[in-house]
């Protein structure tokens, strides 16, 4: 039994956090024809995963893609309400944003000056403006807001 405790995916025995939290419309029902919510975006043992909730019948399910993002299969998914809480937006400094968050949206140079502008260091102007024309997108994928 795969298990949805927000914001997390528990597969047996293993707690998977979310890559991404962003609410997608991301395919139909197939008991309703609701569309379908996405709950989170996970990465495990080489595959992407989409927990996903029918808006109109509340049904959950896990879609399973490959490295490819080539669809492999549905899974049923049990949401455990217990912890359930609306996601809030978060504001954090770019050090306190784990690395493999930051990577999906900045360039490795990007986030170097990023942290670097922030410790008072030199820093690439060019790189920050980049930087900072992203940070929507980042807020957007992740619900976190960077101070910069
Ligand atoms: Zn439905």
């Avoid at 997608?24 to 197939?30: E, K, L, M, P």
């Avoid at 049904?59 to 912890?83: C, F, K, Q």
């Avoid at 900045?106 to 820093?123: L, S, V």
């Amino acid at each position: 039994m795969i298990l949805f405790r927000e914001p997390d995916l528990v597969l047996d025995d293993t707690t998977v956090s979310p890559v991404s939290r962003a609410q997608n419309r991301v395919g139909i029902c197939t008991a309703c024809d609701g569309y379908l919510l996405s709950l989170g975006y996970y990465r495990h043992a080489g595959r992407w995963m989409v927990a996903a909730r029918c808006s109109a019948c509340s049904r959950a399910l896990l879609m399973v893609y490959g490295d490819d993002w080539s669809w492999i299969e549905d899974l049923p998914l049990v949401v455990d309400e217990v912890n359930r809480h609306e996601p809030a937006i978060t504001s954090l400094r770019v050090s306190e944003v784990p690395q493999e968050r930051l990577e999906v949206v900045f360039t490795p140079a990007e986030i170097r000056d990023m942290i670097a502008f922030q410790e008072g260091r030199p820093y690439v102007r060019q790189n920050l403006y980049r930087a900072r024309a992203k940070l929507e997108r980042f807020e957007r994928l992740f619900g976190v807001r960077i101070e910069l």
